[in-house]
């Protein structure tokens, strides 16, 4: 079984993205009904969360309701703003007691008004955290996050707060809603789907990217460090080659 001690803790990455997929299917798989997986899911998102905070992961970004999924049937769209206004109320103390500080990326106004109380009330108590940072993608997708930031942009080049030729990669990073997060370095995503269903497009420039068969709900602290040990072993060259990342000290963009 992996274990921690076998990571490198000079080559652990900042910041970790996960797209948690395969409730549904971990359920049906056992004769249940899809929210039964999304109920056992949150036992996953506690485990890696506390996983992280151990390791030394700084920042922990989770897929929790894609801009997409508001198109799935009303009931499991229901049992999923219930089973969040459930959890964060829950858990909100423990992430406060364990270091943990609360962010929400998406269109958080799109949220039911008690999702939305608790997420801010939670994020409130764990403001004053810093040992690790969560956070949670609702109602994300990058298409959203995208426009919108070109379109609030516009707007401050409009009121002439903003000049056209001070627009740049760096600039255009603090209209996305990720402005204080470096770029996740391994994105992870579970139950064999290879793809990116909309999570992080910018920000995973250069990302790693992990897949595994596992479905989230079965997915815990050993998954984890398998994962982080796979990123261990992989060159990240940035553009460059093998040798000149070899050299003493080899340029690497932030
Ligand atoms: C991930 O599991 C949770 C959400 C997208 C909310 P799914 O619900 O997508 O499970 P599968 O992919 O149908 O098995
Ligand atoms: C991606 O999972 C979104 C979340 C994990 C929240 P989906 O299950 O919605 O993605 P697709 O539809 O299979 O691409
Ligand atoms: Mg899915």
């Known amino acids: 079984m992996p274990s921690t001690v076998q990571l490198d803790p000079a080559r652990l990455p900042r910041h970790i993205a996960i797209i948690m ?22 036992l996953s998102v506690r485990e890696i969360v506390n996983a992280a905070a151990e390791i ?3 920042y922990l970004s989770l897929y929790a309701f894609s801009t997409e999924n508001w198109n799935r049937p009303k ?31 998406g269109d958080f106004d799109s949220l039911p008004a008690v999702c939305r109380k608790e997420l801010r009330e939670a994020m409130d108590m764990t403001a004053g955290n810093s040992r690790l940072n969560l956070i949670l993608a609702l109602s994300y997708s990058s298409r959203w996050e995208i426009s919108n930031a070109a379109k609030r942009l516009a707007a401050d080049v409009q009121a002439g707060l903003v000049a056209l030729d001070d627009i740049d990669e760096k600039r255009f990073g ?5 402005a204080d997060f470096p770029d996740p370095e ?6 064999g789907e290879y793809r990116i269903s909309n999570f992080l497009l910018y920000q995973m420039a250069y990302a790693e990217l992990y897949f595994t ?42």
């Not at 109320?89 to 992430?95: D, F, G, I, Q, S």
């Not at 391994?186 to 139950?191: A, N, P, V």
Request: net charge positive; charged share 30%.
């Open 56 to 58: 030394g992961i700084e």
């Open 174 to 178: 603090t209209y996305l809603t990720t």
């Open 75 to 105: 009931v499991e769209v229901a049992a999923l703003m219930e089973l969040l206004v459930n959890t964060i109320r829950k858990e909100a103390e423990a992430l406060k007691k364990n270091g943990v500080r609360l962010h929400v990326i």
């Open 213 to 254: 068969p596992v479905h989230w709900p079965s997915f815990r602290k050993p998954h984890l460090i398998e994962a982080l040990l796979d990123y261990q072993q992989r060159e990240r060259r940035f553009g460059m080659t093998s040798e000149q990342l070899r050299q003493p000290h080899p340029y690497i963009p932030s």
């Open 186 to 191: 391994l994105m992870i995503r579970t139950s």
């Open 21 to 42: 997929d395969g409730n549904g299917r971990w359920a049906k798989e056992r004769g249940k009904d899809r929210v039964y997986g999304h109920h056992e899911g949150v």
